[in-house]
């Protein structure tokens, strides 16, 4: 399965297009009329303790390389590497991210 990042969401729920992919509490705060949405059969991911260490993680060595990244798309990033699940956006700064870890990205 893949993890959409809000950009995608928007898009697609622009489009009246089915999501059956999942997303996380990140998209769900940022794109709140996704919560009505019927043609979301995708699941909500919360954060674990894990995923918030795994973000303090990558974002020392983001830090190191002097590209720190917003702790939405750490959060984001974390969730999807935890959860082995690839995640689609159209985001370039999930490059930077999958550059210092083993995150599955799709950048549109």
């Known amino acids: 399965m893949a993890i959409l990042d809000t950009s995608i969401v928007i898009e697609r729920f622009k489009s009246n297009e089915e999501i059956k992919e999942n ?3 990140v998209t769900l705060i940022e794109f709140p009329r996704i919560s009505g949405y019927k043609l ?3 699941s909500v ?3 674990t303790i894990d995923e918030y260490s795994l973000a303090f993680e990558l974002q020392k060595k983001l830090y190191e390389r002097g590209k720190p990244k917003a702790f939405s798309d ?3 990033a974390s969730i999807s590497i935890n959860r082995d699940e690839e995640l ?3 985001d370039t700064d999930f490059r930077n991210i ?3 870890s083993n995150l599955k990205l799709k950048v549109l």
């Open 23 to 25: 997303i996380t509490v």
């Open 45 to 47: 991911y919360f954060p």
């Open 74 to 76: 750490l959060v984001i």
């Open 98 to 100: 999958a550059e210092v």
């Open 88 to 90: 689609i956006t159209k």
């Open 40 to 42: 979301f059969k995708g």
